[in-house]
C-alpha cells in the first residue's frame, strides 16, 4: 500500500506523518527505531511504543504533496515530531534541527577548528573561486531577487543596445559586388532583400555560393566576412567572380551568364548547363571563354 501514515503519542498527543510506498512495512521499521525521526525516537524509548498507535491516512501515489498537506493538517512540524514541512524537497527545517547542525559544525566540533590556512593556500583558493566566476561556474547573484523597479530599468537600458553591428557577436561583411561593406549580416540582409540573414552566413563559409540579388541590377550578389576578405588580401574586382560567355552563332561575348540570360531571356541555370555540357538554349550554343 502506497499513501501517508500517521504516528500519534497517546500521552502527549503528538503526531508524526511519513509517506511509504510501502506503509506496513515502514510501520515494523519505525516499530524498529528504524528510519524514524529524532524526536520521535526520543519519544518512544521514553514512553514505550505501546503508548503510540499507527493509522493510515490516505492512500495516494502523490506523496510529496499529499505529505505536505497532512503536516500543515495536524501542524506537527511545530507541535509534533516532524522535523520539516514534508516532501522530497524541504521547504523548512526544525528549529532543534538547525540548532543540532550548529552544534556539530561550530567551534571545536567543526573538523577545521585550530587550523589556519597560509598564505599560499588562500591564494589558491582566491584563484580556484576567481576562475569558477569568470567561467560562470559560481553565480554571485544567486538568491538575489531584483525588484520589478530594478528589472524595468534594466530593461529599458538594454533596447536597442544590441541592435545590428551594436551587438558583440555581430561580423562586418562586405558585398564583392558593389564593394559594399555591412556593420552585420542583417543589415545586408535587410539591404537586398533576404529574408533569411543565414544565407549570408553560408555564402561567407563558402557553402553557397551567391545570396539575394541587387535591388537595382538585379545582379547574384557574393559575399564574405570583411575580416576574412582583408586577411586572406582579396581584390575588389567583381571581374574574378564571374565568366564571360559568347554566343557561337552570332560570337556575342556577354560579361557574365546573367547578362546573357536576361538579353536573350534564357533561364541563368538552364544556360549555365549549356556552357558545361555543349547543349543549344533556344538554337544558340554557348561557352565560357
Not at 89 to 111: D, W
Not at 161 to 188: H, M, Q, W
Request: charged share 30%.
Amino acid at each position: 500500500m502506497t499513501g501517508i501514515y500517521k504516528i500519534e503519542n497517546l500521552i502527549n498527543g503528538k503526531k508524526y506523518i511519513g509517506q511509504a510506498k510501502n506503509i506496513r512495512m515502514r510501520w515494523q521499521e519505525e516499530k524498529k527505531l528504524k528510519k524514524i525521526t529524532r524526536l520521535l525516537k526520543e519519544d518512544i524509548k521514553k514512553y514505550n511504543i505501546n503508548n503510540f498507535s499507527f493509522e493510515v491516512l490516505e492512500e495516494t501515489n502523490d506523496l510529496n504533496n499529499r505529505e505536505k498537506y497532512w503536516i500543515a493538517f495536524y501542524n506537527s512540524f511545530n507541535e509534533g515530531y516532524n522535523l520539516t514541512t514534508g516532501g522530497s524537497f524541504h521547504t523548512e527545517i526544525h528549529e532543534s534541527t538547525i540548532k543540532i547542525l550548529k552544534e556539530k559544525s561550530s567551534g571545536k566540533n567543526n573538523a577545521r577548528y585550530g587550523i589556519k590556512l597560509t598564505n599560499e593556500e588562500k591564494q589558491k583558493i582566491s584563484n580556484v573561486l576567481k576562475e569558477k566566476y569568470k567561467n560562470g561556474l559560481i553565480n554571485s547573484r544567486l538568491g538575489k531577487h531584483l525588484s520589478e523597479e530594478t528589472k524595468e530599468k534594466l530593461r529599458i537600458k538594454q533596447i536597442g543596445k544590441y541592435i545590428g553591428g551594436k551587438s558583440p557577436r555581430a561580423k562586418k561583411v562586405i558585398c564583392l559586388e558593389t564593394n559594399e561593406i555591412f556593420d552585420s549580416i542583417s543589415k545586408a540582409a535587410i539591404w537586398c532583400n533576404i529574408k533569411s540573414s543565414a544565407d549570408i552566413s553560408t555564402c561567407c563559409k563558402n557553402k553557397s555560393i551567391t545570396a539575394g540579388i541587387h535591388p537595382i541590377t538585379n545582379e547574384r550578389l557574393h559575399w564574405k566576412y570583411y575580416d576574412d576578405f582583408i586577411n586572406n588580401n582579396i581584390k575588389f574586382k567583381k571581374e574574378k567572380l564571374r565568366k564571360k560567355v559568347i554566343c557561337l552563332e552570332t560570337n556575342e561575348i556577354f560579361d557574365s551568364i546573367s547578362e546573357a540570360g536576361r538579353t536573350k531571356k534564357i533561364d541563368i541555370s538552364f544556360l549555365c548547363k549549356c556552357c558545361k555540357n555543349g547543349n543549344s538554349a533556344k538554337g544558340f550554343h554557348w561557352r565560357y571563354l
